[in-house]
């Protein structure tokens, strides 16, 4: 019988096409945790759109005396973490988690942000968010976000969280249905600003509105309360002075 060819040397003609790299740790962790998500919650999504031109109006007209104040610009950030807590406050089963046949209602607003990091999506969590000023909040994500591109978040900064923020639309997302983080029961998505027309007093004019979705596990959080909830979140958004007079 005669003997086998050899194997022939060389790369294999597909190898300039194709490369294969582990997954990092950090990656690895993220998947398993959105195909936890996925298998264990009933997830649901909904949506609605917020005038933001009340917010930008109130940016432009104080955003030089802020930062020379606080040393840190205004954004839009630290306005939806400050309307997530009043919605939260309003919707307590939203701040909850389900653990076996219990639910464990958070009476604390520790609001995880994601921000890009080198190595992917990262999570860091803002605590007691209730509890900071806005100037607080912008210093602390701004914070949160370099250190994230430099690697240098610590493990403790990414555990815990009752409630989470993302926002794709600094990467120019229009619409987008957010994966829960679990255990937390809702994830609030922020998207682009873009300018389109809307009615307003029977006259059709030219707003910058953002579509907002809040992603929530339907096992805990019933539909109306998720629609209220949105709801909620855009009444502060569109009224920001209601933010400062806590109504």
Do not use: W
Request: charge should be positive; hydrophobic fraction near 40%.
């Amino acid at each position: 019988q005669a003997p086998a060819p050899a194997a022939p040397s060389g790369p294999r003609p597909n190898a300039a096409r194709e490369e294969r790299v582990r997954m990092t740790p950090l990656r690895k962790r993220v998947a398993e945790r959105l195909l936890q998500a996925q298998s264990n919650a009933a997830l649901l999504t909904t949506f609605n759109e917020v005038d933001m031109g009340e917010v930008m109006a109130l940016r432009k007209k104080y955003n030089e005396k802020f930062q020379a104040k606080h040393g840190v610009k205004l954004g839009f950030m630290s306005f939806f973490i400050r309307a997530s807590v009043e919605a939260l406050k309003a919707f307590p089963q939203i701040n909850a988690e389900i653990d076996g046949e219990d639910v464990i209602f958070k009476h604390y607003y520790d609001i995880g942000v994601a921000v890009s990091g080198s190595r992917g999506l990262v999570v860091p969590v803002v605590r007691d968010a209730n509890k900071l000023s806005l100037a607080e909040l912008e210093k602390t994500v701004g914070d949160y976000g370099g250190r994230a591109r430099n690697d240098k978040l610590t493990l403790p900064e990414l555990q815990g969280g009752t409630f989470t923020i993302t926002n794709g639309g600094i990467f120019g997302s229009m619409l987008s249905t957010p994966i829960l983080n679990p255990p937390q029961t809702g994830i609030l998505g922020m998207h682009n600003i873009v300018d389109r027309p809307v009615a307003r007093d029977g006259q059709v004019v030219i707003r910058p509105i953002m579509y907002i979705a809040l992603t929530y596990d339907h096992r805990l959080v019933d539909g109306r309360e998720a629609v209220q909830f949105l709801v909620r979140v855009k009444e502060c958004i569109e009224d920001p002075e209601r933010l400062l007079l806590d109504i």
